[in-house]
């Protein structure tokens, strides 16, 4: 009788150890909770002034917000352009861009065929001559019906963007002359076909 006495208590005292709550019940702020500690009585808090996290201080103005320290949007794109930033931007624009540009730029997107207000052509004299800075700004901060996407497309895919419409500006505007010599040569003065080529069928059948 003894031990299983001893035994009971003992279960009892290492329950009660166990169920102690004093970490669960410390003084503690959980999101959202209002707070008598602050006179404002919110928990939540705003960051320290110019606080700045981890991987995110970005001090390169011109590539972070295509403006100069005066304000004036930068002419070129503050990165080099490669074939595959162009490539990148193409793939970024389709997504994001085309529902209301359209892939040529010209401002018949999918969304606007069924009622949404069209954008200007991107190849209006007006936006050829714009500087790149004003394209990462509108993709940035929106302009007119058209939303921010800073929350959906990075810095660097901006201005892959930008590249790319630079690209379909040119398309669109390019003259001949424009073309590299050997270009030029080649739609000028296009090579004969191998002559092993197989006739068309329709030229056989006649025969």
Not at 20 to 40: G, I, L
Not at 138 to 153: K, R
Not at 162 to 176: D, H, I
């Amino acid at each position: 009788m003894r031990t299983e006495r001893a035994a009971a208590a003992l279960l009892t005292v290492m329950t009660a150890l166990a169920c102690r709550q004093d970490m669960h019940n410390q003084n503690k702020m959980k999101p959202y909770r209002s707070a008598r500690f602050f006179e404002d009585g919110q928990g939540s808090r705003l960051p320290v002034a110019d606080t700045v996290a981890r991987g995110q201080l970005r001090e390169n103005q011109l590539f972070y917000t295509g403006q100069t320290a005066d304000g004036e949007m930068v002419a070129e794109i503050p990165m080099p352009v490669t074939r595959q930033v162009l490539e990148r931007g193409q793939q970024r624009f389709n997504i994001y861009c085309a529902p209301c540009h359209g892939r040529t730029g010209e401002g018949q997107g999918m969304v606007v065929r069924r009622g949404y207000k069209r954008p200007t052509s991107l190849h209006d004299p007006r936006l050829v001559a714009s500087p790149a800075g004003y394209f990462y700004d509108v993709m940035t901060n929106g302009f007119s019906v058209m939303p921010s996407y800073a929350s959906q497309i990075t810095p660097e895919d901006r201005w892959a963007i930008v590249a790319y419409l630079r690209a379909l500006q040119l398309s669109q505007g390019a003259r001949f002359a424009d073309l590299p010599a050997e270009d030029r040569q080649a739609i000028e003065h296009p090579a004969p076909p191998p002559a092993n080529a197989a006739a068309p069928e329709h030229a056989a059948e006649g025969h």
